[in-house]
């Protein structure tokens, strides 16, 4: 019991942080299994994480009421966006997504009454990890049950080729907008996340490194599953902690040589299904062979 109690004293704020990003993990997944590569998920989480912070600090409300209008402001967010990045070419896309980081990062400093400008916010609140689980818990089931239904079926085929899915009668458009609104929800919430866990929040926090986190992770854990950006998230957040106190003089270093021998012999990251399909399928064909014949299929 003790061990147990000094193991959540030492790493409850890692525990934390990996399911803050697995939230921005998840966005980044809703529009990858769209077939769309941007990084609006930053401008998602920084709209989301000032509605909540400016709400908590305004009218102490709860923090189940500042994560929903966090997601209410995502995916307004993403809805008003979703009209001009959608006519993008995906390389296009990416770039303008970028440039809208920065964008975002210059209007945060300069609104000082809604963001704090320079200073930013304080949020008087904490979020405790077991409300940042239920939460998680309650976003990966909304992810299980589309990645199951008929849109989870549309956007592998969107993902895949999106003129053959459109020649099958698939709106492409529809499914990537769909997906940009799930990716603004899910990224407000994550950024609803960061601000009551850090209790501040500044131009500084939603920012390209922030980007680099969530795509790591996506990558890392498997953009073809719902699951992978989560495993991915927690490893990604977990693995520095970890190499410090493994290797604390090389832990950037030691960091990067477990991201790269993952990428290169896992390339489509930890989480793969059809990766699984295949070992299931090869162990079939082997046990068909060794399995011998009856004499009637011998006759045959």
């Known amino acids: 019991m003790e061990a147990l109690e000094n193991f959540w004293y030492a790493y409850s704020v890692t525990i934390a942080f990996c399911l803050v990003n697995s939230f921005?993990?998840?966005?980044?997944?809703?529009?990858?299994?769209?077939?769309?590569?941007?990084?609006?998920?930053?401008?998602?989480?920084?709209?989301?994480?000032?509605?909540?912070?400016?709400?908590?600090?305004?009218?102490?409300?709860?923090?189940?009421?500042?994560?929903?209008?966090?997601?209410?402001?995502?995916?307004?967010?993403?809805?008003?966006?979703?009209?001009?990045?959608?006519?993008?070419?995906?390389?296009?896309?990416?770039?303008?997504?970028?440039?809208?980081?920065l964008i975002t990062r210059v209007t945060v400093l300069n609104t000082p009454t809604l963001t704090g400008g320079v200073n930013g916010l304080l949020v008087p609140m904490r979020v405790s990890v077991l409300e940042l689980l239920v939460w998680l818990a309650l976003a990966a089931l909304v992810f299980y049950r589309l990645h199951h239904s008929w849109y989870g079926l549309a956007t592998r085929a969107v993902r895949e080729d999106p003129a053959a899915a459109g020649t099958m009668g698939i709106s492409v458009r529809r499914i990537q907008l769909i997906a940009f609104l799930i990716s603004g929800a899910v990224g407000g919430i994550g950024g609803a996340g960061m601000a009551t866990t850090l209790q501040y929040i500044s131009a500084d926090t939603f920012f390209l490194g922030a980007a680099f986190t969530m795509i790591a992770s996506t990558v890392l854990g498997g953009s073809f599953h719902w699951m992978g950006p989560i495993v991915g998230a927690f490893i990604f957040t977990a693995l520095p902690t970890t190499m410090q106190a493994i290797v604390p003089a090389i832990q950037d270093v030691a960091k990067g040589v477990v991201l790269l021998v993952i990428m290169i012999y896992l390339p489509r990251g930890l989480v793969d299904p059809r990766a699984r399909k295949l070992r299931r399928a090869a162990r079939d064909r082997e046990a068909s062979r060794s399995t011998p014949l009856t004499k009637k299929e011998a006759a045959e």
Do not use: C, D, K, N
Not at 39 to 68: D, E, N, R
Not at 77 to 98: I, K, N, Q, V
């Open 24 to 101: 921005f993990a998840l966005s980044m997944y809703a529009v990858l299994s769209a077939g769309i590569l941007s990084f609006t998920t930053i401008v998602f989480a920084a709209v989301g994480g000032f509605s909540a912070a400016q709400l908590i600090a305004l009218t102490g409300s709860p923090i189940w009421l500042a994560f929903l209008v966090a997601g209410l402001a995502g995916a307004l967010a993403s809805a008003l966006l979703a009209g001009f990045f959608l006519r993008l070419e995906t390389h296009w896309m990416a770039l303008a997504s970028l440039a809208l980081v």
